[in-house]
């Protein structure tokens, strides 16, 4: 793979990322706004079972070398603090 088509799929890769990044928040987002309260096992099960997935995609990326492990944790990170400012928000 040439280091042009390289730089292509990882940049792809990341803005793929990143994208389910923000449909895990809009969708957490919307569940807080409209549907659970964020005790509710419904609302935890989602949550977990979205950051795992997210994680696994990461995991994924890592190892075909389409992202650094440092951008995925930062992207992981991330989403975790959106995540749980969203939490606090709703809970104050």
């Known amino acids: ?3 042009e088509i390289g730089t292509v ?9 990143e994208a389910d ?3 895990i928040r809009r969708l957490i987002e919307v569940q807080l706004a409209n549907l659970t309260m ?3 096992p419904l609302y935890e099960e989602v949550l977990d079972t979205q950051m795992f997935g997210l994680s696994r995609q990461i995991d994924f990326a890592v190892r075909l070398e389409l992202i ?4 995925g944790k ?4 991330s989403l975790e603090q959106q995540l749980s400012d969203l ?3 709703e809970t104050c």
């Open 74 to 77: 930062q992207l992981l990170d």
């Open 87 to 89: 939490h606090d928000a």
């Open 1 to 3: 793979m040439s280091t």
């Open 38 to 40: 964020p005790q509710c």
């Open 9 to 17: 799929h990882r940049q792809r890769a990341l803005e793929l990322l």
């Open 68 to 71: 650094d492990a440092s951008e």
């Open 21 to 23: 990044s923000h449909k």
